[in-house]
C-alpha cells in the first residue's frame, strides 16, 4: 500500500507548479488554468487525509470544490471573453485601467 | 504494482503541468491540462475514492476542460503570444515558489505523521457517499444547486451581446 505522504508531496508539487505558472505566463486564460492546477492540488491533499484518517467526510468535501471550480469556470470565462470582445487582447500586462 | 502505477500517474501529471508552463500555444496547454487532470483522476481512484475519481475525469477532464477549449476557440489569437519582455517577474516568480515549498513543508510537517499510519484500506463506496451527501451534507448540497444556477444565469447574462447596437 501507498504510503499517503507519497500523494501528500505530489499535492504540493502540484501546488507549486501552480503558482509558478502563474506568475510566468502572461495570458488569462493559462493563468486561469494555473489556478484549476492549484484547485485540483487541493483536492488531492483533501483525498489523501480522507484515506489516512479513514474518513468520508473529505471526499465530500472535494466533490463541493469540483461543484464550485464549475462554476466559477463559467463566470470566469464569461469575464475573459468580454475583456477579450472590449479590447481585443487577453495579455494580462494590457489589463492596466486601474493603473494610476 | 500499486507504486509502480503511483509513479506513472505522478510523472504524466507533473509533466503535464510542467509542459504547460514551457508551451505558448493555448490550445496545447489546455489539452496538456486535460491529460493532467486524466492521470489525477487515476491517483484519486489509487486512494480508494472510485466516485471522485470518475467525478473527477467526468466534470474537470471532460466539462471544465472543453469550455476552456470553446472559450479558446472563440477567441483565436491569430499571432499567438508574443514571449515575455520582463524576464525578472520569472525570477520572482521562482523565488516566491521556493519560500512557498519551504513555507509548505513547514507546515505540513506535523501532519506526515498521521499520513504515514496505515490508514483506511476499504473502498469509500458511492452508496456511502450519497448517504452522507443527502443526510449531514444536504444544506450545503441545496446552496450548491443555488450557486449553479446563479453562475449559469451570470455567466448568460455577462456573455451577451446587447439587442439595440
Redesign the interface.
Known sequence: ????????I?S??????????F?????L??Q???I??ML?AG??AF???????????G??I???I??????????G??????I?RQKKT??SEDMNLMKG | M??FL?FLL?IV??GA??G??FSRN?AY??LL?VL??AA?GG??G????P??AV??II??AG??MV??IF??M??N?REG?PP?KKKW??Y???V??FI??VE??LA?RG??Q????????EI?SPK??GK??FTE?LY?FEI?SI??I???V???I??KKKEEE
Do not use: W
Not at chain 1, 504540493?12 to 505558472?21: C, K, N, T, Y
Not at chain 1, 469540483?66 to 463566470?75: F, Q
Not at chain 1, 470565462?77 to 468580454?82: D, G, R
Open positions: 500500500m501507498i504510503p499517503g505522504s507519497y500523494f501528500f505530489l504540493v508539487i502540484l501546488f507549486i507548479l501552480g503558482v509558478i505558472a506568475f510566468v505566463k502572461r495570458d486564460i493559462t486561469f488554468l494555473s484549476e492546477v485540483n483536492n488531492l483525498i489523501a487525509f480522507a484515506r489516512a484518517l479513514n474518513s468520508l467526510h471526499q465530500v472535494v466533490f463541493f469540483i461543484t464550485v471550480a464549475a462554476a466559477e469556470a463559467a463566470v470565462l464569461a469575464i475573459i471573453l468580454l477579450f487577453i495579455k | 500499486a507504486h503511483f505522478a501529471c507533473v503541468v510542467v504547460m508552463i493555448q496547454n489546455a491540462l493532467a487532470f489525477l491517483i484519486f489509487l486512494l480508494s475514492a466516485f471522485i467525478v473527477q466534470i474537470y466539462a471544465i469550455l476552456f472559450v479558446i472563440m477567441i489569437l503570444i515575455e517577474t520569472i520572482l516568480s521562482a516566491l515558489a512557498l515549498i509548505l513543508i505540513a501532519s506526515f498521521a499520513l504515514t499510519g496505515p490508514g483506511g484500506e469509500a456511502a457517499l452522507l451527501l451534507y450545503p450548491t450557486l449553479i446563479a453562475a449559469l451570470g455567466a448568460i455577462l456573455v
